[in-house]
């Protein structure tokens, strides 16, 4: 489904859902006015569908399930995978294992939306029974494919306890990447101490460094909307290994969303890195910076200029170095002179001389003979210009084949 679809059959859903709530408050709709789930599932409007579904499904139970598993069947080929979830939440509420059950026997290859959210269903209603079920299945791949929609529905359901351990031990990255997120998400909607609370409780022992994966996210989720206190948060734990890697998120958070200046007083302010963390604020900094050049170029420059001198600057400098070389050379190189890491300054000084000698030969060429260049980057200045202006010989025309063409004439 496009996003902007996902959004407005969202959208429609909470209306839908709000209008039976006002027009019969902690109530069915009346019966006079219920559409039967056959009417509801033939209606092709998708704000009247969306409204009518919600109001029978809300009334599913043990008597009338069979009905709805008719209709269900009569209209499966206008039935969307958001729909399909929504019966398998309402058939959870009373038997979870039966509506996975039901799904698993289906004969189509629908078989495959049904129980990934009659999985999903069963998760949120009870996480460690649904995932109970699943791993006892003998069919590896299906396992495979069944116990992150467990993981996802007990992630969003009334009860967590215990997900964590098995989100943790999930070996595909981008699946366990995409989970953690999910958590840290949820525990976000509790409000910020909620988060805190969350990620501080995990062991440090969890595989695959999942404490580092939470606390990262949960940063993340924090610093969307408030950068300050999830850059407070991350101090209070910057001599916990499980914060590495948590600073460039913040910044992009910060720079992209936020006061950007700002960025660079907490960034200059960090405690001394120990080697473990100089890469981690190394590149704190470039990912702010980049971003911040993205949003507002003219004042992420000024006030990188006033801020210098300072070593901890450095990334950003070789940002401008990029940024510059194809345009202006010359600014490339000056910039670069300013980088006060010796590793840094070189390389970037090699960055900023190949640009010019690609994009201005007799510039490079002047400056490089006229200025006070380390020998070796002039030897390699002048030897990528002697390669800009080598002639190639020109190649004649190729001898004839003996009894080729040629011959023939």
């Known amino acids: 489904m496009k996003p902007t679809l996902a959004v407005l059959w969202i959208l429609t859903l909470v209306a839908a859902f709000a209008l039976a709530r006002w027009t019969a408050p902690g109530s069915d709709l009346p019966r006079s006015d219920a559409p039967s789930f056959d009417e509801a599932f033939a209606d092709r409007d998708p704000l009247t569908r969306s409204y009518h579904l919600s109001a029978v499904l809300r009334a599913l139970g043990p008597e009338n399930l069979d009905e709805a598993l008719v209709a269900l069947e009569a209209h499966q080929l206008g039935v969307t995978p958001e ?4 019966l398998m939440l309402a058939w959870a509420r009373f038997d979870a294992p039966g509506a996975f059950a039901w799904a698993m026997a289906w004969p189509t290859p629908w078989q495959q939306v049904l129980r990934q959210e009659a999985a999903f269903a069963w998760g949120r209603m009870d996480g460690p029974a649904a995932i109970r079920a699943i791993e006892a299945l003998e069919d590896e791949e299906l396992v495979a494919e069944l116990r992150p929609s467990v993981m996802e529905g007990w992630i969003r359901g009334p009860d967590q306890t215990g997900v964590a351990a098995h989100v943790a031990a999930v070996e595909d990255v981008r699946r366990r990447r995409r989970l953690t997120f999910l958590m840290a998400a949820e525990m976000r909607t509790h409000g ?6 969350w990620v501080e409780s995990l062991p440090d022992d969890l595989p695959n460094d999942f404490k580092m994966g939470a606390f990262y996210h ?5 610093a969307r909307t408030d950068p300050r206190a999830a850059a407070a948060w991350h101090q209070r734990h910057w001599d916990r290994r499980y914060s590495l890697g948590s ?16 960025f660079l007083d907490w960034v200059r302010a960090l405690p001394a890195p120990d080697e473990e963390r100089r890469e981690d604020r190394a590149k704190t900094v470039e990912d ?13 420059e000024a006030q990188l200029r006033a801020a210098l001198p300072d070593p901890l600057l450095d990334p950003a400098i070789q940002l401008m170095v990029r940024r510059s070389g194809d345009s202006d050379p010359a600014a490339a190189v000056a910039w670069a002179e300013r980088i006060e890491d010796e590793t840094r300054r070189r390389r970037s000084l090699q960055v900023a001389a190949d640009a010019w000698v690609r994009n ?13 260049v380390p020998d070796d980057l002039r030897a390699r200045v002048l030897a990528r210009l002697a390669d800009t202006t080598r002639v190639v010989p020109a190649r004649g025309p190729r001898p004839a084949r003996a009894g080729g063409p040629a011959a023939e004439r």
């Open 288 to 300: 702010g910076f980049r971003l911040w050049l993205m949003r507002d170029a003219a004042e992420a």
């Open 218 to 222: 949960a940063t993340i989720t924090l």
């Open 83 to 86: 729909e399909v979830r929504l």
């Open 192 to 197: 910020e101490e909620a988060v805190q609370r």
């Open 360 to 372: 201005d030969p007799a510039g490079a060429r002047a400056w490089v003979t006229g200025e006070d």
């Open 247 to 262: 600073a460039p998120g913040i910044a992009r958070m910060w720079t992209q969303y936020h006061d950007a200046p700002a």
